[in-house]
């Protein structure tokens, strides 16, 4: 199985090395020198690390062959993608990778079918779910322990408890407007 693991930046001073976008928890494992990493487009690769260090919080990597400032913008928004066996786990309890979560149903406490996961969103302040309902339509369900109650695998569900109005539109309006009429 495929994973992206990282997006090229632009080039970083002239000796060939660039910023990385990394969309991995795992850079350690998988950004690390000599590690071979396939391309998206795959005519940029495979491209293998040569070296890597943090420049003021940023990811810096230099690979084989890539030499100069021109060779190293030219991989600019290139996605790193590593292969990785499908039963592989996360190092932590309650990680999950993409693909383990993508197809899962997702149910209420109750048994209340609520849809079925059909994509991640990553942000920078948390990750959705995006789930697709039974009648079509989509809703997003932020991915934190307060929502997302339970992941299981071997059942294949996501268990949640929604604030109201999260997947439905009764909603409770509170305003401190009312309290001052």
């Given at each position: 199985?495929?994973?992206?693991?990282?997006?090229?930046?632009?080039?970083?001073?002239?000796?060939?090395?660039?910023?990385?976008?990394?969309?991995?928890?795992?850079?350690?494992?998988?950004?690390?020198?000599?590690?071979?990493?396939?391309?998206?487009?795959?005519?940029?690769?495979?491209?293998?690390?040569?070296?890597?260090r943090v420049h003021s919080g940023?990811?810096?990597?230099?690979?084989?062959?890539?030499?100069?400032?021109?060779?190293?913008?030219?991989?600019?928004?290139?996605?790193?993608?590593?292969?990785?066996?499908?039963?592989?786990?996360?190092?932590?309890?309650?990680?999950?990778?993409?693909?383990?979560?993508?197809?899962l149903d997702v149910v209420l406490?109750?048994?209340?079918?609520?849809?079925?996961?059909?994509?991640?969103?990553?942000?920078?302040?948390?990750?959705?779910?995006?789930?697709?309902?039974?009648?079509?339509?989509?809703?997003?369900?932020?991915?934190?322990?307060?929502?997302?109650?339970?992941?299981?695998?071997?059942?294949?569900?996501?268990?949640?408890?929604?604030?109201?109005?999260?997947?439905?539109?009764?909603?409770?309006?509170?305003?401190?407007?009312?309290?001052?009429?």
């Open positions: 199985m495929q994973l992206v693991v990282a997006r090229i930046g632009r080039a970083h001073g002239i000796r060939g090395e660039v910023t990385v976008e990394v969309r991995t928890d795992e850079p350690e494992l998988r950004l690390g020198p000599g590690a071979v990493l396939a391309t998206d487009p795959a005519s940029r690769g495979p491209l293998t690390i040569a070296s890597g940023r990811l810096l990597l230099r690979f084989e062959g890539v030499d100069d400032r021109n060779a190293a913008e030219a991989l600019r928004n290139t996605l790193l993608i590593a292969d990785i066996d499908p039963d592989e786990l996360p190092d932590g309890e309650d990680e999950y990778y993409d693909h383990q979560l993508i197809d406490a109750d048994g209340t079918e609520v849809g079925r996961i059909t994509e991640i969103s990553h942000l920078p302040s948390q990750d959705l779910f995006i789930v697709e309902r039974p009648d079509g339509s989509e809703v997003m369900i932020p991915f934190v322990e307060e929502i997302v109650t339970e992941i299981d695998l071997a059942e294949q569900k996501a268990v949640i408890d929604p604030p109201p109005g999260l997947i439905d539109d009764r909603a409770e309006i509170a305003s401190t407007r009312d309290d001052q009429a």
